[in-house]
């Protein structure tokens, strides 16, 4: 089940991270993961763990800050990597601060990134999608974006977007067999919880009725499943995985 032989994905912001665990996961259901990021030297060592486990990795120098190239960078991809069958955008930043303290500079960057890197990136992948009649595009939101969050309006707003996006997609693209779905997920552990002083780790844990954060491997996890035949009749869907944050 979920297997995902003979298909080619994509991952944007597939360096660490949750990126680099859906590449991973991906890769061992047995598809060719092309894995786009901006650091090179960080894609180079996930590449080299997946090909390590026996996977198909290609690294894929990618800037969504600059739209109008990435059709160009597609295009340098070799042959039998370029027909993308799973789309997986998961790139994306924070600049956090509350409104009344944020630079149009902040708010411009995350969208330009979150939402508008995700449009362009989309619009290139999907043709080919529909002139095979096969495609599984998911998108990377979070439950901020269902449920806003104090000092990140920039983030929760392009999370939200991503959303309506994806819904969109799935109403023009389900008649040709290209499905466009979601994942949100709650908080996750990462370097950046680690670090967090103890009484905000408990505040934030004190929220999440499952007692725990998540963890990369299991957003991973809903990733595969939404890219998979099994979920061939799921489409426009957000799939929450936050441990019961947001219900």
Known sequence: MLRLDGKTALVTGASQGIGAAIARALARQGARVVLAARN?????AVVAAIAADGGAALPLALDLT???AIGERLKSLPAEWAEIDVLVNNAGITADNLLARMS?????RVLDTNLTGTFAVTRE??????RRRWGRIVTISSVVGLMGNAGQANYAAAK????GFSKSLARELASRNVTANVVAPGFVETAMTDALPAAVREKMLADIPAGRFGRDEEIAAAVVYLAS???AYVTGHVLNVS?????
């Open 229 to 231: 035949d099994e979920a």
């Open 40 to 44: 090179e030297e960080k894609l180079a």
């Open 160 to 163: 939200a977007g991503l959303v």
């Open 125 to 130: 992948v999907v043709r080919g999608m529909i």
């Open 66 to 68: 600059q739209p109008t």
């Open 104 to 108: 149009l500079e902040q708010w411009q």
């Open 243 to 247: 441990g019961g944050l947001y219900i």
